[in-house]
């Protein structure tokens, strides 16, 4: 394994070792938060929690963006980092000054005006409105600073201050449980505020000790830098609204439907999605800036090595999680909530086929990054997105019950995903039939064989705690068994073997 592979490695069991916590210590704090707020607070605090997501949609692009002009001016000799950071940090401060002034135009006569809340909530709606809204613009300007330390890959810095994030709000969360005023929602908002401030402290301070000449503030007067970072990122802005605008969209029309206890399922469910997909995806973002790196210099046959594994890697580590969790969904919601909304499972159980087929570009995502014209890319992507919003009001509008829009999802994303691969065949010269070979035909076959077992588990009939948790481990050992014997090849088996400690790396 060469110094580049052992680096992903190194740096994707750093992202598993933060993803555990984070996962242990996130679903903990999704059930202390659920029984301190209970489900319609709960509702509302995703709900408006999404409308900040969806006013503040550019900064997306523009973070990804910033990665990939770091990325590119590093793999060069001349490369101009220090000017292409504070090109990133110039348009994210003028992106947070209009995303303040949209939202407190706009944005708070909607909410004033428009959302639908229980009697009573009003004002509480609109204080955590103000809350997001300054963590809101607190993550705008921290966007550069975490970029570059992705740029630099330093995974570890990174997986060590998420990890610290999350145990320090579950540690304020689990002191507010014992709270029984009214102000539980408010107090709620204000820590996930102040840990959001805490986490934009350490970033600046860290990269001024990392990178001084880089971070050092300056001013650059050319428009032409701004004019080509912002031309990469105005077709990414399409996407990132229609991305954003159908999750949001999804919220608003449920909220406008069935009222905020089913946006509670709904948070529910992506929460979960959420987890699975962070739990999958660590070896993409970890392969990130090689990708795009090699995609620079023109270096197609790594690209295409680094793309195929990624997908490949993302698929089967999703399917290890993904069938574990469903052969006892509602059990497993049961430990984790205690109450279950109505609703919940069937929510769960479709958002992780969206998460399933949203992993399947693994890879793909950043080899779009690193192509120069990303037009044809963001606009079918965003059509696709886009056009699940008007059919899922329409199909509410005749009685449909509240998961349509996530089945429409699904059947989006799979559209997209073929048109991907397609014009990235066409436009970027990115072998399509090589990466559909070997990305998805190994978790195709470990999908088949454990679809047959966890059908027909239901026939079993197990009720006892005990069979339920045996049920669990053995899905996981089958599927994680699968993915070693079908999953992985030979070399890649090695590969695995020799990052293990030397006592397991010589039980042969």
């Known amino acids: 394994m060469d110094d580049a592979n052992r680096r992903i490695a190194h740096n994707t069991i750093y992202m598993y070792v933060r993803l555990l916590t984070m996962v242990v210590a996130g679903l903990y ?39 990939r002009f770091l990325n590119v001016e590093m793999s060069r000799p001349d490369g101009e980092v220090a000017r292409c950071f504070h090109v ?27 959302l639908r809340v229980e009697p009573g909530k009003e ?51 689990a002191l507010l449980l014992g709270y029984e005023g009214g102000y539980a929602l408010r107090l709620y908002s204000l820590i996930y505020s102040l840990t959001t401030l805490c986490t934009l402290a350490v970033y600046l301070r860290e990269a001024r000790r990392c990178w001084p000449d880089v971070v050092r503030l300056r001013w650059v007067g050319q428009w032409k830098y701004y004019k080509k970072m912002l031309a990469y990122c105005g077709w990414n802005v399409v996407t990132s609204f ?6 949001s969209g999804a919220d608003l029309l449920i909220n406008s439907f069935f009222g905020t206890g089913v946006n509670g399922a709904f948070a529910i469910s992506k929460s979960v999605g959420t987890y699975v997909t962070t739990f999958s995806n660590n070896f993409d973002r970890a392969a990130a800036p ?124 799979l559209s997209h995903r073929v048109m991907q691969l397609v014009l990235l065949r066409r436009l970027a010269g990115f072998d399509s039939g090589r990466y559909v070979r070997e990305a998805y035909l190994r978790p195709l076959l470990v999908a088949m064989v454990m679809g047959v077992g966890v059908g027909l588990y239901p026939l079993c009939g197990v009720t006892a705690v005990a069979g339920r948790w045996t049920a669990m481990l053995l899905t ?13 090849t030979k070399s890649e088996r090695q590969a695995l073997l020799h990052l293990l400690p030397w006592k397991v790396r010589y039980m042969r």
């Open 29 to 67: 704090t999704s059930r202390l938060v659920l029984a301190l707020l209970g489900v319609s607070d709960f509702g509302l605090f995703s709900v408006v929690g999404g409308l900040m997501v969806m006013l503040t949609f550019v900064t997306i692009p523009l973070a990804n963006a910033t990665s």
């Open 88 to 114: 990133a940090v110039t348009i994210h401060a003028a992106l947070a000054l209009l995303t303040l002034v949209v939202a407190e135009t706009a944005g708070l006569w909607y909410v004033s005006h428009c």
């Open 123 to 173: 004002a509480d709606a609109l204080f955590v409105y103000q809350v997001a809204l300054v963590t809101a613009c607190m993550g705008i300007a921290n966007a550069p600073y975490q970029s570059l330390f992705q740029a630099h890959e330093r995974f570890k810095f990174l997986a060590l201050l998420d990890t610290a994030t999350t145990l320090l709000r579950l540690g304020l969360v």
């Open 242 to 247: 229609a991305i954003m605008g159908r999750s």
């Open 290 to 413: 090689q990708i795009i790196s090699a995609y620079a210099q023109r270096d197609m046959q790594r690209v295409s090595y680094l793309a195929n594994k990624t997908g490949r890697f993302n698929l089967l580590l999703f399917e290890v999680i993904f069938f574990s969790l469903w052969v006892e969904l509602d059990y497993v919601l049961g430990l984790w909530l205690g109450h279950v909304p109505e609703g919940a499972s069937l929510f769960v159980r479709i958002y992780l086929l969206v998460a399933g087929v949203a992993l399947s570009s693994g890879g793909l995502s950043h080899v779009v990054r690193a192509y120069d014209d990303v037009k044809w890319f963001q606009i079918e992507q965003s059509t696709f997105y886009l056009l699940c919003i008007p059919i899922g009001y329409g199909l509410y509008g005749v009685g449909f019950p509240p998961p349509t829009v996530l089945v429409l999802f699904v059947g989006a994303d």
């Open 476 to 488: 996981f050992t089958a599927t994680a068994g699968l993915t070693l014997a079908i999953g992985l």
